[in-house]
């Protein structure tokens, strides 16, 4: 999708699992996304973006660092 703005992106390509992301997937799968489910989407997300040439990060607060990540599996 973002492949004809490829010449434009100079910041890394952001992954952003919120709040919002987690209602969305409780209220389709009918239970809450582990932390090691969030964290495994979160690292496919990068390694797929920098395969394509990108740079990859992932946006967190406070709350999910502690509570929804696995850290020690994302510090690449």
Known sequence: IIEPYKKHINLPVVYD???DS???YKK???KNPTKAQITRWTK????AVEKAGYKAGFYY???YKVNYYNMSELKK
């Open 17 to 19: 699992y919120q709040y």
């Open 22 to 24: 987690a209602r969305y």
């Open 28 to 30: 389709q799968k009918k």
């Open 44 to 47: 496919l997300f990068c390694e």
């Open 61 to 63: 607060n406070y709350d």
